[in-house]
Structures are given as C-alpha cells and as structure tokens.
C-alpha cells in the first residue's frame, strides 16, 4: 500500500473548501460500550454500543467572504450541513454534520487561529441515523 501525504488532504464544509486554511483534520470514530455482565460472569462483558463520527480542524483564521469564519460561525446552533473529508484527496468520507465547537485563538506573539469540531448527524440527509458515507 502507498503511503499518502496530509498536504493532498481535502475538507469542505457547507459547501466551502477550507483545505487552503487548515494545518490539520482529524476524523474520529468512536463506539460507546454498555457493559453486560451478569452475576454469573468471571470476567466483565460489554456490548458496543452505535458508532458516532466527529471532525476536529484547526488552522490559520481568517474572516473573508466564503472562508471558514463565515461560514462556521453562520452555522452556530443551526441544522447540520453536509461536509467532506478526503485524507488523499480522493477516496474520503462525507455525510452531514452539525457544529459543536468553534474557537478562535489571538496569541499576542502568533497568528490568529481557529479550531472547530463537528459531529456527524446523518449519512444522506441531516438527523437521518445513517453512517457516513465511505467511497
């Protein structure tokens, strides 16, 4: 198997490609687990509960017109919107997402930054209850 680049990544949110602003982009996948032990049990038993799916970006802030402060920042509290993540720059994974963090850093001796997270909340439409879509 190739290995692949982080520089080819692509990320589009609401329709906008933030790959141009972003140092990283983290996609993680987490099942929560009910545990399932009887009484009769030696060791404890857990069942794994439904699968969620969160995007993590941070990268360099900037405030134009269709850049990634308009566009997060618009959708604060609102409907989940269709994003995409593509580690290679191809095969990727998309689905619908809401907003769930969004945070702006202006460290006297830096430049301004931002990070933002993401949950996943639909495969083909927004609150749909599927999985994100991998291809």
């Not at 566009?71 to 593509?86: K, P, R, S, V, Y």
Request: glycine fraction near 8%; hydrophobic fraction near 40%.
């Amino acid at each position: 198997m190739a290995r692949v680049h982080g520089k080819d990544a692509d990320f589009t949110f609401d329709s906008i490609a933030m790959e141009s602003w972003l140092n990283s982009v983290t996609l993680n996948f987490t099942v929560p687990e009910a545990e399932i032990t009887a009484f009769s049990d030696v060791y404890q038993n857990y069942l794994a509960g439904k699968p969620t799916a969160q995007v993590t970006i941070d990268g360099s802030w900037d405030s134009a017109a269709s850049g990634p402060d308009e566009t997060i920042f618009a959708e604060l509290g609102l409907d989940a919107e269709e994003w995409d993540f593509e580690p290679a720059g191809s095969t990727g994974y998309d689905g619908f997402a809401i907003v769930n963090s969004y945070s702006i850093t202006a460290a006297i001796n830096a430049p301004v930054s931002f990070s933002a997270s993401f949950r996943h909340n639909g495969g083909a439409a927004e609150a749909d209850g599927a999985a994100p879509t991998r291809g």
